[in-house]
């Protein structure tokens, strides 16, 4: 069991700023150095969030585990949901913390706090290489409409999940 813990628009700055100990008294939590190394992405949500304030609870979270506080990956969206009522998650686990199911709990918050916002379809976009993201994606019930070219990560496999009107469990 995880929870999902929103970073607004400073946490994220002090992120970015390779401030670990200033993001964590500002979020109330304490940031693992790997966070530091993910400066990029905390610079494009402050980024994202300073043009659309609409989009703060969506773009970025700490997932924290419940058990024993601490943090092992960060989840969110790609954006606030467009006109058709989609979004895109993503979702890391640091590398120590691999293997032991905590992608699946992240993808299921995810998709509960998308049911309980009316989002009509979620997407993932994963490398056809990455084995343990398809696994998570197929056990919620993501489908493949196709393929998309990234920039930076080369062919990725896009699914897609209509969001249903009640909670959904794993």
Known sequence: MVRLVVLDRPVLLD?????????GRAAGIEFPPFFAGEDWLWRLHAERMLLHPESVGWLARAVVERSTGVV?????FHFHPDADG???IGYTVLPGERGR?????IVGELL??????GVLTVRASVSPGNAASL?????WGFEQ???????????ELVFERPVPTRPVRG
């Open 15 to 23: 992120l970015a700023a390779g401030d670990l100990a200033a993001a």
């Open 72 to 76: 092992v990956g960060h989840a969110g």
């Open 86 to 88: 989609s979004v895109e």
């Open 101 to 105: 199911g905590l992608a699946k709990e």
């Open 112 to 117: 509960a706090f998308a049911v309980a916002e």
């Open 135 to 139: 696994a998570v994606i197929h056990h």
């Open 145 to 155: 409409p196709g393929e998309e070219w990234d920039e930076e990560d080369g062919i």
